[in-house]
């Protein structure tokens, strides 16, 4: 058993997680304090800034690995990193007498692109930090880059957190459905026999959040309030759910960025401020009730985790959409907001025994695959 923190940063651009779990990357022991750092405005601005370069910006160069801008935001977002490590190592010697062995540390995505049909050009995914100069400052072997192997190989390179999720539900009823909704939603179908499914349902917080940030003074729909205060518009909503993507089988995954052409195009942009909101909720609803269509069985319910679990709306529009019942991961004793820095400590366990983070049912991997380095070790 290794005593590991596990770090991510999301999609949703709002913060660092980070948790204390000890694992051998395949039992969980003891479950130990969490933490939530956020970022600045000026980082989380900086970071959303990030992916539109790292995309392309028409008139603009190619964001290079060398670009100043790139190097000062990794700079602030890995010491950012740091000082939750520092405050958590701090916060479970104080209620565990325990330090860590190791951190999993997952970056921050800027851009996924993985192989797909028909690409004639091999699939990348890009994930910024220092992990050299946090193990340094840790004093601790850090583990990283636990995509990249399985882009190389041809898989999806995620969704990541799926042979966790099936650990956690050891002793839940099957089948089962696990949905993060962090910018962009993905879904674990756990069968009875444990089998795994995985990939991303589409936009989840990451337009919503976008579209407030636009039309409110804040960097989200706080309470779901302004799609509460809207109605879906139904035409928007037909033309969004035309998009190739949810008719598509698994495995594949999606960049935090993949449908904002679509949105455009649809004229989600015309809307009032409340109605666009309301639209962006009912679309990540239906495009989970599109995934479901995927599953070799329904669920007997669903748990949700991730930041989108918070908001009133999002939540009322997936039990509308869902025949299942959609419950808060809580209910059964995980923590919704920690569960996919834990899942990074149980990675960075894996990684550090050379066990299998990616398999055929969670990214198409060609077969379970290993991956992931270690700095500092």
Known sequence: MLRTIGL??????????????????????RIGPTLTLPYDPPLRRDLRRLLDLAVGVPGEPPLAPEDPFLADCVR????????????????SLRLLGEDADLIGFHGQTILHR???????????????GDADWLA?????????????????AGGQGAPLVPVVHAALAATLPKPLAVLNLGGVGNVTWIGRDRSLLAFDTGPANGPLDDWARRHTQSDYDRDGALALSGQPDGAVLARLLAHPYLAAPPPKSLDRLDFDRALKEAGAGALSPADGAATLVAFAAVCVAAAARHFPQPPLQWLVAGGGRRNPALMRALAGALEQPVRA?????????????????????????????????????????????????
């Open 8 to 29: 991510m940063s999301g999609t949703s651009l709002d913060g660092v997680d980070a948790a204390w779990i000890e694992t051998d990357g395949e039992a969980i022991g």
């Open 76 to 91: 602030r977002l890995t010491e950012r990193h740091a000082e939750a490590v520092e405050r958590l190592r701090a916060e």
């Open 114 to 128: 993985p192989a797909r049909a028909g690409d004639a050009a091999p699939g990348r995914t890009w994930q910024v």
């Open 136 to 152: 340094r400052r840790a004093g601790l072997p850090v583990a990283f880059d636990f995509r990249s192997a399985d882009v190389a």
């Open 329 to 377: 991961a809580e209910v059964v004793g995980w923590n919704g907001d920690a569960l996919e820095a834990q899942a990074f400590g149980v990675l960075a366990a894996r990684c550090w025994h050379g066990l299998p983070l990616t398999f055929p049912g969670t990214t198409g991997a060609p077969q379970p695959l290993a991956g992931g380095r270690i700095a500092g070790g």
